[in-house]
Nanobody, 115 residues
């Protein structure tokens, strides 16, 4: 069983920054991908960014150049630094860990970008 605990969401003005964190605990070993997804009201959940154990990254086009994903393998923690936030970034952000065919999700953290 793997547990994911997210933190760092909140309310920020357009152009501002936030940093999300997600710590994994429990029985997870091996090479796994960590990532962030988001879901805005009335929309499907979408990929934001992923990072492999070897630090290869992948970003949605909508966040490239503004968001940075990173991880600390020793702490089993993934981060999402979000800069130049826009109103359209408003969503619930979910942490995800993928290992082979297994997937685990965090409970989600709300990010609201509004003046």
């Amino acid at each position: 069983q793997v547990q994911l605990v997210e933190s760092g969401g909140g309310l920020v003005q357009p152009g501002g920054s936030l940093r999300l964190s997600c710590a994994a605990s429990g029985s997870i070993f091996g090479i796994y991908v960590m990532g962030w997804y988001r879901q805005a009201p009335g929309k499907q959940r979408e990929l934001v960014a992923t990072i492999t154990s070897g630090n290869s990254t992948n970003y949605a086009d909508s966040v490239k150049g503004r968001f940075t994903i990173s991880r600390d393998n020793a702490k089993r923690t993934v981060y999402l630094q979000m800069n130049s936030l826009k109103a359209e970034d408003t969503a619930v952000y979910y942490c995800n860990v993928a290992l082979a065919a297994m997937r685990w999700w965090g409970q989600g953290t709300q990010v609201t970008v509004s003046s």
